[in-house]
Nanobody, 121 residues
Framework: VQLRASGGGLVQAGDSLRLACAASGRGFNGYATGWFRQAPGKGREFVGV????????YYADAVKGRFSISRDNAKNLVYLEMNNLKPEDTAVYYC???????????????WGQGTQVTVSS
């Protein structure tokens, strides 16, 4: 499975942005897909995850209520909708995939390259 995140850019605080994770290869639709981010000088941070069938989704407290994840398995796409963006959301955002389990923030097998999101105040 190969993943590619896209949709990043420069926005102002309060704006919205939608990132997309495009997958190629067999089996992607059977995997949970997570989003992570890494800000300059900081470690990688879990943002959220969606189950393979989109029934379950979980989010980090820092983004809960502002971000949402959805997926279109027919198109091999997973989206990260980000609303009310804040300067502290500035980071490189990555998508990743794995078999579903309750360890939402770890154990991802497949990773995509990141896309930069910059939020100005």
């Amino acid at each position: 499975v190969q993943l590619r995140a896209s949709g990043g850019g420069l926005v102002q605080a309060g704006d919205s942005l939608r990132l997309a994770c495009a997958a190629s290869g067999r089996g992607f639709n059977g995997y949970a897909t997570g989003w992570f981010r890494q800000a300059p000088g900081k470690g990688r941070e879990f943002v959220g995850v969606i189950s393979w069938n989109a029934i379950y989704s979980y989010y980090a407290d820092a983004v809960k209520g502002r971000f949402s994840i959805s997926r279109d398995n027919a198109k091999n796409l997973v989206y990260l909708e980000m609303n009310n963006l804040k300067p502290e959301d500035t980071a490189v955002y990555y998508c990743a995939a794995k078999n579903w389990d309750r360890n939402y923030a770890a154990g991802y097998r497949y990773w995509g390259q990141g896309t930069q999101v910059t939020v100005s105040s």
